[in-house]
Nanobody
Framework: QVQLVESGGGSVQAGGSLRLSCAASIYTFSSNCMGWFRQAPGKEREGVAAIYFGYTMSFYADSVKGRFTISRDNAKNTVYLQMSSLKPDDTAIYYC?????????????????????WGQGTQVTVSS
């Protein structure tokens, strides 16, 4: 059974930073694609970033490029999302997701259907 547990959410003022963590309980973690999604009130869930653990490959939504960085620690089965220069528009519930190696493609990483497992989400609130 795959379990994904997010942590690190909270409240911050605009311009501030937060780091989200996602710990995965999967032995094949090193071959999976890990993604971060977010869902703001009244909006659909959207892909934020993804990273492939087989080798260095990452993807970002245009709205977060240059501000967010996704990284991983294979030894700890953990993926991180470092968020800087936060804006009120970044306020959302952030979800971690795990998929197979084919999930980390340019035409697939931002689709919810590309991922098989999801965490429970962590709230990020950015005030102006």
């Amino acid at each position: 059974q795959v379990q994904l547990v997010e942590s690190g959410g909270g409240s911050v003022q605009a311009g501030g930073s937060l780091r989200l963590s996602c710990a995965a309980s999967i032995y094949t973690f090193s071959s999976n694609c890990m993604g971060w999604f977010r869902q703001a009130p009244g909006k659909e869930r959207e892909g934020v970033a993804a990273i492939y653990f087989g080798y260095t490959m990452s993807f970002y939504a245009d709205s977060v490029k240059g501000r967010f960085t996704i990284s991983r620690d294979n030894a700890k089965n953990t993926v991180y999302l470092q968020m800087s220069s936060l804006k009120p528009d970044d306020t959302a519930i952030y979800y971690c997701a795990a998929g197979g190696s084919t999930s980390c493609r340019e035409d697939a990483w931002a689709w919810e259907q590309s991922y098989n497992y999801w965490g429970q989400g962590t709230q990020v609130t950015v005030s102006s």
